[in-house]
């Protein structure tokens, strides 16, 4: 059974940091792209970053760009967004999802289709 657990979300002033994580149980991480996804109160789910398999390929999507990365330790079965120059319109429950394939063309990760196995998800809130 493929479980995603993810943590590392809080409470965080505009400007601050936060590492997320993703962890894996019951599957094998290496061999699935990761997303990690967003959902704001009453906002249409949207995609943030995604992994490849290998960690070869990532992709942001341009509210993120710059701020956010993305990285996997395929030995711990965990995947990580490192999150920086966090603003209020940051704050949303994050989820991870695991996808069984590569996705093509790179940008069609940020689809929440494309994913089989989704976290519960953990409170990112940046407020003063």
């Known amino acids: 059974q493929l479980q995603l657990v993810e943590s590392g979300g809080g409470l965080v002033q505009p400007g601050g940091s936060l590492r997320l994580s993703c962890a894996a149980s019951g599957f094998i991480l290496d061999s699935y792209t990761i997303g990690w996804f967003r959902q704001a109160p009453g906002v249409e789910r949207e995609g943030v970053s995604c992994?490849?398999?290998?960690?070869?390929?990532?992709y942001y999507a341009s509210s993120v760009q710059g701020r956010f990365t993305i990285s996997r330790d395929n030995a711990k079965n965990t995947v990580y967004l490192q999150m920086s120059g966090l603003k209020a319109e940051d704050t949303a429950v994050y989820s991870c999802a695991a996808a069984p394939r590569t996705i093509i063309p790179v940008a069609r990760c940020l689809l929440p289709a494309k994913y089989i196995s989704w976290g519960q998800g953990t409170q990112v809130t940046v407020s003063s």
């Open positions: 992994i490849s398999s290998s960690g070869g390929s990532t």
